[in-house]
């Protein structure tokens, strides 16, 4: 099912949903399912499976030690989702990135979602690589997220990249996108972000997830402003609880957002991981069950792979 039909489904309750990301390579997929088993006590109606750009392999240089090289892409986001979906019997949506695909192979993706049942994917730009300056789309590539929605959508339209085919399997992708409630770390502002978030909706996005953010009213204000400009689609807010004392200086650092200080305050004043990880944990059923009592369709969360504080969290929540 599509994740706009889960939504209207849902009739104004709002449902729990998580983005996992696959294993390093040569990791089992057993460690992501005990992650996910505890979880599905909630319902979740879809999992979100990352993509990512850029993974370090680890080669073994024959004396004892290990050389530790980037590779170009980790691998595994269709196949898991395609497992998890057939384990879990639940809807997965894949991320699918500009970055480091051409259109063609884009579109090789998108008809094996097709071949696997798999209709709701998250069109993505991607970063940049750790050694560019500025993104730079692959020969042959989208550019910017818009561009990779205007190809799933023509692939809805039965419009191929060389062929428009009369088919009787016509492809008709669900599509969810980014929104950045305290603007995209390269956007002028958040004006000017919000009008680049319009045109994918023009384009034909179908629902927004939204970055992390920690104080609620920015999350509240973003959606004003969006409705303002006419977006009218569905803006799923994205959480993610604190878990260790580096999370305050990386988060901002990497994402662009500010923390709160009574977030920041209570951190620091823990004495060890675990009372952080439960100080992020409280603060996130906050953040929750604000969203929740302000009826927003999905509270979506970055799990990172490890589900114990999820778990907490929507314990409280759901
Ligand atoms: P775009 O919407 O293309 O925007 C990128 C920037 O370009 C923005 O500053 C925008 O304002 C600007 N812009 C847009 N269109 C134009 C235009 N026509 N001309 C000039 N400027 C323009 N990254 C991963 O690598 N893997 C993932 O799985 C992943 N999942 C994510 C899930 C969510 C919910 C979110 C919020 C982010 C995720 N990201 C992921 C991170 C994302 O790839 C980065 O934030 C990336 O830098 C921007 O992606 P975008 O799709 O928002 O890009």
């Not at 850029?54 to 986001?77: A, F, H, Q, S």
């Not at 994917?121 to 910017?144: C, I, T, W």
Request: net charge negative; charged share 25%; aromatic share 8%.
């Amino acid at each position: 099912m599509k994740v706009t039909e889960h939504i209207e489904n849902a009739k104004g309750k709002t449902l729990f949903s998580f983005e996992i990301i696959p294993p390093q390579k040569g990791k089992s997929i057993q460690e992501l399912y005990d992650n996910i088993d505890p979880l599905m006590e909630f319902n979740p109606p879809f999992i979100d499976v990352t993509t990512s750009r850029e993974e370090y392999i680890y080669i073994d240089k024959g004396n004892g030690l290990l050389d530790k090289k980037l590779t170009r892409m980790r691998p595994g986001t269709l196949g898991i989702c395609a497992s998890i979906k057939h384990k879990y019997n639940v809807d997965t949506v894949p991320h699918l990135l500009c970055g480091g695909f051409t259109q063609e192979e884009t579109e090789y993706m998108l008809v094996d979602c097709q071949y696997l049942g798999i209709n709701n994917v998250m069109a993505l730009r991607g970063d940049a690589m750790k050694d560019e300056q500025s993104f730079v789309p692959k020969a042959g590539g989208n550019h910017y997220a818009v561009d990779l929605v205007r190809q799933i959508k023509d692939l809805n339209c039965g419009k191929y990249l060389h062929e428009v085919m009369d088919i009787d399997n016509k492809a008709d992708f669900c599509i969810g996108v980014a929104g950045y409630p305290e603007k995209h770390l390269e956007s002028p502002s958040l004006q000017s972000d919000l009008k680049r978030l319009k045109e994918k909706v023009d384009a034909g996005a179908d629902y927004v997830v939204t970055q992390m953010f920690f104080d609620n009213s920015k999350y509240f204000a973003f959606v004003e402003k969006a409705r303002e400009m006419g977006i009218t689609i569905p803006i799923i807010p994205g959480i993610k609880p604190i878990a260790v004392q580096r999370h305050l200086q990386v988060l901002p650092q990497i994402f662009r957002i500010d923390l709160p200080e009574d977030l920041i305050d209570a951190v620091d004043k823990c004495k060890n991981n675990a009372e952080i990880k439960q100080v992020g944990v409280e603060w996130a059923i906050q953040q929750s069950l604000e969203l929740k009592a302000a009826g927003v369709p999905f509270l979506h969360y970055y799990s990172m792979g490890k589900s114990e504080n999820i778990r907490q969290i929507a314990s409280q929540v759901f």
